[in-house]
């Protein structure tokens, strides 16, 4: 007897198929999300991992860091009075400068203070040349009005025209006079040169350029 061939229905093969479908899908998302799952859980043990492996060498180099023994602390503490020692030597070289700078101003103030306060008067002048004064001699009188004792006296002089009324403010130095002047002396001083004018029709004009004083 002939065994009849089964051929199933065509919707069963369909709904197989779509059932079959159905699983591979089903595996494949849950395949995904454990991939998921293991990819975030790895991260969180990588991190976790890192995350200690940055703080052990901090931990370490506390452990590691000895405390300041008694010689170090009194080192560290006498430290500022041995750079005060060390810049002791240097501020007060940069005292004594500045003190002698401030001595060298007060001093230069005195003289220009001397300096304005001798007074010059002309006695007389005489040309050696009958024809002109290029040569000559002359006789001043210098009184100390200043409160300085007066060593030296450096004097100038010029030619000006005969009707010129004004003298030069101030004079090249032409000659310098030794002299002991106190306060309220005065001195006569003859001036002899030969830098005069090829003139007889001139003013001779005369004055104090400069003193030395007694420190």
């Known amino acids: ?70 010689l170090e602390t009194q080192r560290q503490a006498e430290e500022p009075a041995t750079a005060r020692q060390a810049a002791a030597p240097e501020n007060e070289r940069q005292a004594q400068l500045e003190t002698q700078r401030q001595a060298e101003r007060i001093f230069k103030m005195r003289l220009e203070t001397a300096t304005r306060k001798i007074s010059v008067k002309l006695n007389n002048i005489q040309c050696k040349n009958p024809y002109a004064c290029d040569s000559f001699v002359s006789a001043i009188t210098i009184v100390n009005n200043s409160g300085e004792t007066v060593s030296e006296a450096d004097f100038g002089w010029a030619f000006v025209g005969s009707t010129d009324s004004t003298c030069p403010s101030t004079y090249p130095t032409k000659k310098k006079v030794q002299v002991n002047l106190r306060p309220g002396d005065l001195a006569t001083v003859n001036m002899d040169a030969s830098d005069g004018p090829p003139t007889l029709r001139v003013r001779y004009c005369v004055g104090v350029t400069g003193v030395a004083i007694v420190r």
């Open 1 to 70: 007897m002939r065994a009849k061939a089964i051929v199933g229905h065509p919707l069963a093969a369909f709904a197989r198929v779509r059932l079959w479908k159905k699983l591979l899908m089903a595996g494949i998302a849950s395949g995904a999300i454990f991939g998921i799952y293991f990819i975030q859980q790895r991260h969180s043990v990588v991190h976790h991992q890192l995350v200690r492996r940055t703080d052990e060498p901090q931990r370490l180099i506390a452990l590691e860091t000895p405390r300041p023994t008694e």
